[in-house]
Each structure stands twice: as structure tokens, then as C-alpha cells.
């Protein structure tokens, strides 16, 4: 990836009040910098494996372990996955409003560690669980009602430790920057080492679990949360920190009543009637003519403010910077919706990609065969290897024949394009594959192996992992630098969001394709999952023209 070292030519982003800090340049100690930035990218790596270490092989886990039977295994698993989305989200919100980034990594990191140790007794107190036994003979004992309680309890203490992990290491990780193009670059490695922490937890934390034991799979991601954390304090002294300011959501809700208690206010062109605050006018932006009834909230009225410029009812007068605040949330929001079907056509293709490779030729050899939920690997691969070639080469693919670098709106529209392209690739490897199926009649055997091979599955994930490294570190540095510098940490997690939205949506689609066509069959020898992926490369060709759209009549706050 391309050298840490700042870039003299691009202009420095507003920083919050730090610990002990002034905007100063980064250096190695309590000014942030590359040092601390990387204990971040090391913590969090150690973390996202044990996350994701214990969701990837959850539905086995239910169904072989504790006897759930695969229905309602399968929902318990999306539930948390869910879960695992949106709760960062509210852990993004406290960190913004009160307990600010170190304070919620550690606390959550300590609480996720408790979560995984409860799992991991889970699997090693014979009292927790239900006896073991061969499925084959038939049906099993399910969990009693306390241990099914202690196992949900066990879940949802680990899915509340992961609320304040991820995006909220990758928000401290850009606090160490004052440069646009260093915070950028940090995004870049941030998801390279997670997406490694990816592929070593659908690989050997899967390998460990399936053939060493649960205990030992559950205990390494114990073992992991607790290194995570412990790494994360012991550096504290290193990290540059943000103090939350309180919540700046009330200060948003204040803005909308007061443009609506003012409605009837006339706007002045005259900039002294607005409220800059105490401080000089010229550390202000101007106020601006889109959406300018909501300048209405910063117009001084009789009343409004006393004799030292102090504001005197909060509620009916603020400064221009929360109205401005208010307005880029609003200008971003139809940006951050177009994240959404790429989330949901996500969801999709992989669940259908195990479909497909659980009845193709798997095999590497005589003796080795690639589980079916392992393909999604080659996505997380293929993202590993073109991060680093975008960061080393695409710029300067651009700067070249364009002579300019790329914006992040560029980056995630290249994500929206390729997205596309594996979408329809996976189209053609089924179309390819039903036509093995019709060739050798194999409609009616949906347990016999298609005379195909499971590696076709590769290219169109390898496009599809190509297409995250584009527009997933790019919807997140997009959010990091055009969120108010008070929700850095609320606008990190927002990928968070819309995967969380994506998921469920992604059911939904599926439940409307399955009534309404024949394309769904259990038995996909009978169905047409070419069909589907057809249909979700031209929602995502509709989706990609909504995004123009709205990256059009965006204009980039700190592009610089």
C-alpha cells in the first residue's frame, strides 16, 4: 500500500477537542500518528477474528451441538448476525455523546471477551448443554429451558461487546491523522488486516471448531478477545483521544424545532443576524442557500441570546454550524441509501453461492474437498489482494489519464460498477451449470454431484470481493469525513446500518422471489437461480443510475 507518510499537497480536516492535544501535526506519542494507528489495526484484527469466529460456524453449531433442529437454527442465526450489524450503531452513538473512543473499545472489547468465555462454557460444562448425540439415529435431545436461557444470555453479552468494536477502532484509528490522505490510507489497511481476520476466521477458526472441537474454537476466540483488549490498554498512553462534548443529537433536535418555531422568521441577507456563537464569526461557515428554510433555526431574535452573546433559550435559537451540521446529514443521507441493495444483493449471493457449491465438485484432490460455506473466502481473498493494488496503482492510473485523483464518490461508484459485473458472472456460472444438470438429466437428483467444478464459482467472487474493496472502505472514509466532527464515530458505523438493513431486506427479496416464481426450488436443479442473479445485476444497474444521481448533486465538504 501506498507509504504513510503525509501528504504535504492535501489541506488538513478539522479535528475535535483531544485529551491534552491541539491541532498539531501527528508525531508518535500523544499526537496519533502511524505507531498508534497500527496498535489500532493490530487490536482490532485479533478482535474481528474472534467476532467472526463465532458467528461463521454458528448454524452447525445450534444444530449439532444443542439440538436446535435447522429451521430454527437458521432464524436464531440471522437474528444475531442482525444484531452483530445494528448494534454498533448504538455503541457509536454512546461513544459520540459520552464515553468517546477509548472508553468504549476497551469497555466493549472486556464485555465481548466475558461473552465468548460464557460460549466457550458452553461447550465444556456438560450441565450447560444437552447430551450429545448421533444425528443419524435420529432425533436428539434439545436444550432445556435454562440452558437454552444461558446460551441466548452467552449471545447477546458477545453481541453487545461487539457493539463498540469495529467501526469505532477504525473511527480512533483516523483520529491519529490530521490529513485527509493519511486517514484515507488507514481505512485502506484497516480493512486489509480485517479482512484477513475474515478469512482466518472462516478458515482455521472453522477448522478448529469442526475437527478439534467447539471448545477450542470457542476458547481461541476467547483467547483473542482478551489479547485484544489487553493490547488496547496497556497502549493507551499513545493513542491520541476525542472528548465526547454530550450528545449531539440533542443539539440536531434543536435545530429542527427551532426552524420550525421560527417559520414565520424572515431570513436576513445579513449575515448579523444569524448566531455564529461566542467565538469570532470567521471560525464559522457561512450560512448556505440549500435548504435554507432551516437557516431559520440560527436567526436572532428578540430574547434569543443575553447580554454576553451566551444563547438564552436553546430551544429557539442555534448557532450556524448545527445548522449546517443538520444540512449535511440530510445532503448525505440519499448517498448513504444506495449502500443498501449492494448489502442486500451480498446477502443473497452468498447464502446462493452455497446452494451451488454444495452440488458441484468440490474436490482439490483425492483426499481434500472445500466445505461449501468456505467459497465465500475467495471474495475475502480477492478484497485483500486489490486494496493494496488500489491504493499502489489506481491513483495513479487516474492521475495519469485523467490528471486528477480520484474523489471517494469515484471509488464507490467503481465498487457499484464491478459489483455489477460479478453479479452477472454468477449468472452465467449457473446458467452454465444448469446446463450440465439438463445434459446428464440430473433435474430429480438434488443429492447428486453436477459433473462441474466448484472452482467456476471463483472469478464472479473474485469480482464481487474486487468490488468491496472499492465501495466498502470508500462509503466508510466518505461518512468519517463528511459527518460533523461531533459524529465521527456515529458516521463510521453507518456501513454498520445499511448492512443491517441489507440483511433483513435480503429475506425479504427472497420470501417475494420464492412466491411469486419458480426460480426458488429446493431442489435448485429444478429452479433458476440464474434467473435471480440476473435480476439483482439489473436492480443493481438501477441502483448504480440512483447513485450517479445523488453523487451529482453532492458536493464533497472536505474534499481537499
Known sequence: MASPAPDGNTSALPMETLEGQTDQPSSFRRDGGWIPALMIIGCAMSSTVAIYGVTTDLLQFLDHKFNINSIRASQITNIINSLMNLTPVAGAVLCDSYLGCFSTIAISTLISSLGTLLLTFTTVVPSLGPPSC???????????????????????VTTVGAAGTSFTFVA??????????????????FFFSST????VAFTAVVYIMDNVGWN??????TVLNAISFILFVICKGS???????????????????SAVRKNIARLSVNEGNYYYGNDSKAKHPEPTSSLRFINKAAVITEGDIHSDGSIAKSWRLCTIQEVEDLKTLLKLFPLWSTGIFLNVATGIQANLTILQALTMDR??????????????????VSTVIV???IDRFFYTFCRIFTRRPPTILHLIGVGHVVNIAGLAAMAYVERRRLQVVHTHGLEDGP????????????????LIGAASAFHYPGQVSLYYQEFPVSLKNTGTSMMSLTMGIGFYLSATVVDLVGKSTEWLNDDINQGHLDNVYWMLAALGGVNFLYYITCANYYKLQRDG
Not at 142 to 151: K, M, N, T
Not at 447 to 462: G, K, R, Y
Open 363 to 380: 474436490s482439490l484432490s483425492r483426499h481434500f474437498k472445500i466445505p461449501a460455506a468456505s467459497f465465500q473466502v475467495f471474495a475475502f
Open 134 to 156: 448421533d444425528h443419524s439415529l435420529g432425533p436428539c435431545q434439545p436444550p432445556s429451558s435454562l440452558q437454552f436461557a444461558f446460551l441466548c444470555l452467552a449471545f447477546l
Open 239 to 257: 493513542y491520541r483521544n476525542v472528548r465526547p462534548k454530550g450528545s449531539p443529537f440533542v443539539s440536531l433536535a434543536h435545530v429542527v424545532v
Open 447 to 462: 443429492d447428486v454431484m453436477v459433473l462441474m467444478s466448484a472452482l467456476w464459482l471463483v472469478p464472479p467472487l473474485a
Open 196 to 199: 484477513i481476520g475474515m478469512v
Open 216 to 221: 477450542w474454537g470457542y476458547g481461541a476466540c
Open 387 to 389: 486494496l493494496p493494488i
Open 172 to 189: 480512533m484509528g483516523a483520529n491519529q491523522f490530521n490529513k485527509k490522505k493519511d486517514q484515507e490510507v488507514f481505512v485502506n489497511w
